[in-house]
Structure formats: C-alpha cells, structure tokens
C-alpha cells in the first residue's frame, strides 16, 4: 500500500497534489513570518543544525547539493551560509512545484539554480547530486516510497540524504502539550495571518499520519540507504534522518528542467 497525504478532496494522488500545490500558493505570502511565528523561532535553529550535519559533504569537490520542496529557500540559505563559512562553493539546487515559494527564494538566493518540478519525477539526470535535503516537505508528497526511491535515484554512490521533518514528542506531558498547541492554537494563529484556515488545520494532520522516526528509518533503508542515522530535536517536536546512497536506480531519459524565474 502507498503511504503519502490525503488533504480534503478527491482520493487520488494528482488531486492530492493539486491540492497541496494551491494552498502553497495561497499561504506562500505570510509563510517565512508564520513558520517563525509559529515555531517560536526554533525553525531556523532546526535548518542551521541540517547545514551543519552536511557540512562535510558540501565541502566535496564540485559537490552539487538539491534541496527539495525548497519553498522559499531557507534551507539552501542555510546550506549555502555554512558552505561560506568553510569556503566552499557547492552548486546549490532548489526545487519546488509551488511558483510562488520560488518567486520567494529567488530573492533569497539569486545565484541558486531554482527548478519548478514535482519531487516524485524530478527533470534530473541519474547519480547527478551529492546531497539532497528536504525540510518540512516529505510528508507533503502523495507517496512516501516513490520521494524516497526517487532521492536514491539522483545521489551518487555516497551521497547523503538529509531529512528534517516534524515527529511526535516522547513525553508524555510534552505530547499532550504539543497536541493541544498543534490541533488548537496553531491553526487558529496560522489560519487568522494567512488567511488559508485549511493550510494549518492539515499541518497538525499530515504530521499526525507521517510515519514515526523508526519507520521513517526504516522506509530509507527499504528505498536502498545504508548507515541511517535518526536524531530529534526540540524534545522530538522535529527528527532529522541521514542515509547514504550506495547505488543509483535509473528510470531511463529525463525530461527537460523548467527553471523558475
């Protein structure tokens, strides 16, 4: 069975993207205020703790790092202050299929290669990247395994993947708090800035069917990752996996990227 979103409407997985896609655009105007906002800052702690834990791997020779489901480029932000940091000058790729959270990057990172695609059926060549991160966005896909297969495809033997997403507290006490917070107070605040009350009542229930931590390792390992590693952070709020690729998966000629002006 696949494993993937299921926001309100039609049951399939083009309309589930359809979806997903127009409430991104909706909400792209107050998102960087409303993730800072909501998170109590620590979004940026979560996205600089990422860039450190790949510093290795961006300080590769001619290392080219694609972060998926960019939206408006904070990760590749922080990617490319830590690459600065250590005088690197890795290829930075950012991909989204929500133009609008590109618009957004692109004022960011003018100097990034920003791509309009859908993460399952990139327009890349195989074993074309060392690095692909994804923050916030995994869970935002129709299909867990064929995001996962498709991250597999485009690394390198050796290359990493890294993916922060939102998880579930251990503790007791701190999961009845987040609850209350997630499923009462955020969707009020995020509804009531945005203007999009459904984008922040599916935030708490997307992340409520994202597979826990072990089966999210788990699933990495199914899709070829070796060396998984898991860490939470923030009391388990979020979790950050790394996998290493050991070999490439083709799927044959790829189509033409769309760059996003």
């Not at 600089?48 to 998926?68: E, N």
């Not at 695609?117 to 890349?124: N, T, Y």
């Not at 597999?152 to 006490?173: K, N």
Request: charged residues 25%; contains cysteine.
């Amino acid at each position: 069975m696949k494993e993937g979103n299921k926001p309100p409407g039609p049951d399939n997985p083009q309309a589930r993207a359809r979806w997903v896609r127009g409430m991104f655009t909706r909400v792209a105007p107050r998102y960087d205020l409303l993730n800072h906002l909501l998170s109590f800052n620590l979004d940026r702690y979560w996205r600089a703790r990422v860039a450190r834990r790949v510093a290795s791997v961006l300080a590769r020779s001619g290392a080219r790092a694609l972060d998926l489901c960019c939206g408006t480029g904070d990760l590749l932000a922080a990617l490319r202050r830590r690459a600065l940091a250590a005088g690197t000058q890795p290829l930075l790729i950012g991909c989204d299929y929500c133009h609008s959270m590109l618009v957004a990057a692109r004022k960011k990172l003018p100097d990034a290669v920003l791509l309009e695609a859908d993460a399952l059926a990139l327009p890349l060549p195989d074993a074309s990247v060392d690095l692909i991160t994804v923050a916030f966005g995994l869970r935002n896909l129709s299909d867990f395994r064929a995001g996962l297969r498709e991250m597999q495809r485009l690394l390198r033997p050796g290359g990493v993947a890294a993916i922060l997403e939102f998880s579930r507290p251990r503790s007791t006490a701190l999961r009845m708090l987040y609850r209350v917070y997630s499923e009462h107070i955020l969707p009020r605040i995020g509804g009531w800035i945005s203007g999009v009350p459904e984008a922040y009542r599916y935030l708490p229930e997307s992340v409520a069917r994202f597979p826990e931590p072990d089966q999210l390792a788990a699933l990495m390992r199914e899709a070829g990752f070796t060396q998984v590693e898991l860490a939470t952070m923030s009391g388990g709020i979020v979790a950050l996996h790394i996998g290493v690729a050991q070999r490439a998966h083709g799927r044959g000629a790829c189509r033409a990227p769309r760059p996003a002006n």
